[in-house]
């Protein structure tokens, strides 16, 4: 029964990571950049959620106002900050990214001090649980589970079966051949943007939901995470993403169990190293061969 | 124009090596005596051994960035075991001689050479992006091992009572031979090719470079002298512990890179030693430095990314070579007779 709780809790983990990994994956995937700032988004949506549930909005349109939020700061740093670089070297690219998710962190922590604040985790999700035959199913967890892979779902959909979806892996594939078919290259790595943060913000309210805590660098460490999901799975591909955050998620939280909670940072990036070691392109991604 | 050219008169090589050791060694004495004489304080003494420290952090990774064109983003891991190893020696071996310094600032580099090697042989067979975020990764992987084996390293509560060992002469010696032997590398054969590889890695491939061996020679190099600058940094603070040694630290030193000029030593010094004194001289700037620090990342990146320096390097010689020909300032027009 131990062991069934623990798979249920890594399957939360594991979906917040997957919703995350996912946006890191497109981006990557659509103009090969490392968004260091996606974990950044996640903390400015924490942050919007505690002040307007602070200032009494009702909570179910806090979470709209939260991922709209993460979706418009997204959009307005990729063009502020990476559109001019998009034909500079990919260093400069990768230095800007480090510098907007400084700025992010360290303007909230300016605004709002570092200090830990509560999240009102309850307000929005009730802390109910349901008792299935000795095992304890708490409503947070339910409703993360069918959230994120209701969104996972709704964004394999997206991609596969839509125009939009169709010119995002056209972009994807060859930029270049992408814009002489006609395709507006601007707008398409904009909604990938709005799309990755959108998810962002669904993981941002699930997150705090589980650790109900919010403060400036809270999303650096849950980015870095998500991103080795997104290695492990295969950069780029969606369904690797989804695979790779769920044996993040699960890798956790059995070194947790075991009883060596201080070491799960070391052991998520240990994995890292070792999948980059044996097979660089990931679980599901597809090796790239280079062009001369 | 029937005027013949006149030779272009240049320095003697040992006449160069001369003249720039002479005035590194007047700088030697006259910084010692200054700080002897005691017209500067124990803070404003403080801010000068510190500036030396990070311009050594600085420059080392430079030959990572700017001269090898990677991004590592674990400086402060390396930095790290640098500064544990010679701490963990001077503890170990009482006395101040020049022996027990050197040993333990060459085992300092030596140790985060070792990893460097480790780490860069996986790392650097990737391209780009996967460097930075495995070499992030190494550096938090180190901080979690000095959090977690506090037999060595004294664990959260820190190192303690290690002896100070870093004298402005020590620090600067060590600076200044440190910055030569990188120059004296950069301006070798191996240097070029290190130079090749930033410029356009297949075409030096095809021209016979040995990629993967200079990559982690490059990267080995920045390691050790990480290393070297960790030492000289436990030897100044005489209290190490794992929050000394956080993503941010790496950031920072990024930042001194990033705005002195990728591949610009001369670059890295000045912008270490600006951003090293800025926030000890202006207290208020203290608060806003991260912010100000973030928007110069993107600020620099977006309107100069090669830096405020670019490539460019100072040379003493060049200049009074300039100046013994009449070309120190050249008129215009006449830029086609320039020696390169």
């Known amino acids: 029964m131990l062991f069934l709780s623990q798979c249920i809790n890594g399957l939360q983990l594991g979906s917040i990571y997957a919703l995350v990994a996912l946006g890191y994956s497109m981006v990557y995937g659509i103009i090969r950049l490392l968004n260091f700032a996606h974990g950044d988004v996640i903390m400015i949506g924490a942050y919007i959620a505690v002040l307007t549930i602070g200032a009494g909005v009702h909570p179910a349109l806090a979470v709209v106002i939260t991922i709209l939020g993460c979706v418009m700061v997204s959009v307005l740093v990729e063009k502020v900050a990476y559109r001019p670089l998009r034909s500079a070297p990919r260093i400069s690219l990768l230095i800007t990214a480090i510098g907007v998710s400084l700025l992010l962190q360290n303007l909230v922590q300016l605004f709002f001090s570092a200090d830990t604040r509560a999240y009102p985790s309850t307000a929005i999700i009730p802390a109910k649980a349901f008792d299935l035959g000795g095992l304890s199913l708490s409503l947070s967890t339910l409703v993360t589970i069918v959230v994120s892979v209701g969104s996972m779902v709704g964004l394999h959909l997206l991609i596969q079966k839509t125009r939009m979806g169709k010119a995002m892996r056209a972009v994807s594939e060859d930029t270049g051949a992408a814009q002489l078919m006609g395709i507006d290259i601007n707008r398409v790595i904009s909604i990938t943007f709005a799309i990755g943060s959108a998810l962002a913000g669904v993981g941002s309210v699930l997150y705090c939901c589980r650790y109900s805590i919010a403060n400036p660098t809270m999303g650096s460490l849950l980015g870095l995470k998500a991103f080795v999901a997104a290695v492990l799975g295969g950069i780029g591909s969606i369904p690797g993403a989804v695979v790779g955050g769920f044996a993040i998620g699960f890798a956790e939280v059995l070194v947790t169990a075991l009883g060596f909670s201080a070491w799960t940072d070391a052991v998520v990036f240990a994995i890292l190293i070792l999948v980059l070691l044996i097979k660089p392109s990931g679980l599901l991604g597809k090796g790239v061969s280079e062009k001369v | 124009m029937d005027k013949a050219v006149r030779p272009y008169r240049q320095i003697p090589v040992y006449l160069r090596y001369l003249i720039n050791t002479a005035l590194l060694v007047i700088l030697l004495a006259a910084g010692s005596a200054l700080l002897a004489s005691g017209t500067v304080n124990r803070a404003q003494s403080a801010v000068i051994l510190q500036i030396g420290i990070y311009a050594l952090l600085a420059v080392s990774l430079n030959v990572a960035t700017g001269y090898l064109g990677q991004l590592p983003l674990g400086h402060a891991g390396f930095m790290a075991v640098g500064a544990y190893t010679a701490a963990l020696i001077w503890k170990a071996l009482p006395g101040k001689s020049l022996g027990v310094i050197l040993l333990g600032l060459l085992a300092a580099g030596l140790l985060a050479a070792v990893f460097g090697v480790v780490i860069g042989i996986p790392a650097l067979r990737l391209k780009g992006d996967y460097l930075a975020i495995i070499t992030l990764g190494f550096g938090e992987i180190i901080r979690v091992l000095i959090i977690n084996l506090p037999g060595v390293t004294g664990g959260t509560p820190g190192l303690m009572n290690i002896p100070k060992h870093s004298s402005f002469l020590v620090v600067y010696a060590t600076v200044i031979l440190s910055c030569a032997l ?159």
Do not use: C, W
């Open chain 2, 182 to 340: 990188i120059h004296t590398l950069m301006k070798s054969r191996h240097g070029r090719a290190i130079l090749a590889i930033r410029e356009n890695e297949i075409a030096a491939e095809a021209s016979g470079v040995n990629t993967t061996f200079y990559k982690v020679l490059a990267f080995t190099v920045s390691a050790f002298f990480a290393g070297v600058a960790g030492g000289l940094y436990a030897g100044y603070t005489g209290i190490l512990t794992p929050g000394n040694f956080t993503f941010m630290t790496s950031v920072n030193i990024l930042v001194m890179v990033v705005l002195g000029g990728l591949g610009s030593m001369a670059g890295s010094i000045i912008a270490a030693g600006i951003l090293t004194a800025l926030p000890l001289a202006l207290q208020s700037f203290n608060k806003y430095r991260m912010v100000i620090y973030a928007l110069l990342l993107i600020v620099v990146m977006i309107f100069k990314p090669s830096g405020l320096l670019g490539r460019y390097d100072f040379s003493l010689t060049r200049i009074i070579e300039k100046a013994i020909n009449g070309r120190l300032f050249p008129r215009k027009g006449k830029a086609g007779e320039e020696h390169a």
